[in-house]
Structures are given as C-alpha cells and as structure tokens.
T-cell receptor, first 116, second 113 residues
Framework: KAGVTQTPRYLIKTRGQQVTLSCSPI?????VSWYQQTPGQGLQFLFE???????NKGNFPGRFSGRQFSNSRSEMNVSTLELGDSALYLC???????????????FGSGTRLTVV | QQPVQSPQAVILREGEDAVINCSSS?????VHWYRQKHGEAPVFLMI?????EQKGHEKISASFNEKKQQSSLYLTASQLSYSGTYFC??????????????FGKGTSLLVTP
C-alpha cells in the first residue's frame, strides 16, 4: 500500500512569510498528526486531526494551524515565519486510536523547512 | 509531559546487547517505540499497553512497568541495521492528550562492526 506522502520535501522561506505543508495519509487512515522535529527538542506534537476535526493541540503559538479535508489529506500552515521555525515537520497517519494504535503510526518522510 | 530517555547515546559492537529506558512523571496508558535512521521517517517498532498487551517486532522486546511509569526497550545480539535514533512516545493516563503521543528526545544508537 502507498505510504504517507508529504509535500514539498524541502522549503526555504524568509522571515515573516507564511508556508503551507501537505500530508496525504495511508488510504483508509482518518487520523493525521503533525510533529515538529528539531535537534534540541526532538519530536514535538503540534496537532491531530480526525475526520476533519482537530482533537488535540500541542503547546505551539497560534501561528501554527492546520486543517483536514474530507479525503483525510491534511495541511498545516505557519504564518509570520520566525528563524526558530526551521525544522523537519513530520506527519503521522493512523487509524485514529491515538495511544492505542496497535499497528503504530506511519510517518511521512517530512518537509524540511528552513527560514532565513 | 515529555518522557525522559536514557542513555542519550550508546555505541555497541555487533552482537552486543543494549537497553534503552523511557520514564514519565505521569501515569501512562501506553508506550510506543520508534526507530529513525538518518534522513528517514521514524518507523514503528512496538507498542505496550497498560495491562500488559504488547505488539511489536520479533527481534525486539520491551517491558512496561506501570507502577514506575517506565518502559525499557531491549535490543539483543545487535546488528548493524539497528543503528539509528530510538524514540519512545507516551500517552498519559487521565489527561486530555488522548490521540497524541509525547515523544522523548531520543537515544542515538550506533552499532559498529
């Protein structure tokens, strides 16, 4: 089966700009979670969507937002980019059972965002 | 709420064993383990649930001590392919963080010939 697809793979943006990242989950999966990965902080949870509804949100400023479409594809948006937003952004696809995902989450390869 | 992993890094020779620990200050519902190789996506290894159920790969085992809110990942007879960064992800009991995992900062494992 096809894996989790994230686009684009790389992005370079200037401070103050905004960016939109896309994630297509595994067919049949209705949950998409987003994580920010940096060398210092590891994987940090941004938000999770299930059937177009945000069920949980991490401790990130309001500049970070997301949405999910009826076909389960998800987008995340970061407005007014800051240098500290440079990171690898990963999305994870799942059935929707959170910590009880017995088959675990399937991660995409991520989008590497560099803010200059 | 971020779990604490130890050690931060470990270097092994092929065939040696390793243990990676993950601890939380909060009561846990479940613990996930993932491995990430450089430049690749994290890959699911195992899940352990409160109550003892677990599911994972054949050559990797883990334990979940509910009283101590700790989990340990056991890598035996390590192979070169085991190299990577290992993350534990936890779901905290009784919180509203359901449907999300909090990940530790990772343990870097290098297996040498």
């Amino acid at each position: 089966k096809a894996g989790v697809t994230q686009t684009p793979r790389y992005l370079i943006k200037t401070r103050g700009q905004q960016v939109t990242l896309s994630c297509s989950p595994i067919s049949g999966h209705r949950s998409v979670s987003w994580y920010q990965q940096t060398p210092g902080q590891g994987l940090q949870f941004l938000f999770e969507y299930f059937s177009e509804t945000q069920r949980n949100k991490g401790n990130f400023p309001g500049r970070f937002s997301g949405r999910q479409f009826s076909n389960s594809r998800s987008e995340m948006n970061v407005s007014t980019l800051e240098l500290g937003d440079s990171a690898l952004y990963l999305c994870a696809s799942g059935i929707g059972l959170g910590g009880y995902e017995l088959s675990g989450y399937t991660f995409g390869s991520g989008t590497r965002l560099t803010v200059v | 709420q971020q779990p604490v992993q130890s050690p931060q890094a470990v270097i092994l020779r092929e065939g040696e064993d390793a243990v990676i620990n993950c601890s939380s200050s909060k009561a846990l519902y479940s613990v996930h383990w993932y491995r990430q190789k450089h430049g690749e996506a994290p890959v699911f290894l195992m899940i352990l649930l409160k109550g003892g159920e677990q599911k994972g790969h054949e050559k990797i085992s883990a334990s979940f001590n509910e009283k101590k809110q700790q989990s340990s990942l056991y890598l035996t007879a390590s192979q070169l392919s085991y190299s990577g960064t290992y993350f534990c992800g936890t779901e905290i009991s009784g919180s509203n963080s359901g449907y999300a995992l909090n990940f530790g900062k990772g343990t870097s494992l290098l297996v040498t010939p």
